[in-house]
């Protein structure tokens, strides 16, 4: 079992920063695929970004590709979603989510993963 708590959410101006925090408890974090989604208000769970098991693959949505960075700590059990350049359509609540591959993988399907956090919101004004 694994629980997910997200954190680093705010409101923003377009253009700015944030950085996404993704805290695990439990164990074997090192175990799980971590990804990013986000969902926007009267919109679809969509995938942002995921990163392997040992941080060596990352793959992400073309929607923020070259702005946003994932990265984990697998000795702090956090993963971490750099939010550069934000724009006001990158405005939703931020969810990240843990999935329990036997593979040092990436998942962008948000079926596969096993666990999920509470979300933070994101807001960015224009």
């Known amino acids: 079992q694994v629980q997910l708590i997200e954190s680093g959410g705010g409101f923003v101006q377009a253009g700015g920063s944030l950085r996404l925090s993704c805290a695990a408890s439990?164990?074997?974090?090192?175990?799980?695929?971590m990804g990013w989604f986000r969902q926007a208000p009267g919109k679809e769970r969509e995938f942002v970004a995921t990163i392997s098991q040992s941080g060596s693959s990352t793959y992400y949505a073309d929607s923020v590709k070259g702005r946003f960075t994932i990265s984990r700590d697998n000795a702090k059990n956090t993963a971490y979603l750099q939010m550069n350049s934000l724009k006001p359509e990158d405005t939703a609540v931020y969810y990240c989510?843990?999935?329990?591959?036997?593979?040092?993988?990436?998942?962008?399907?948000?079926?596969?993963?096993?666990?999920w956090g509470q979300g933070t919101q994101v807001t960015v004004s224009a």
């Open positions: 439990g164990r074997a974090f090192s175990r799980y695929v």
């Open positions: 989510a843990a999935d329990a591959s036997i593979y040092d993988s990436i998942s962008v399907k948000p079926g596969l993963y096993d666990y």
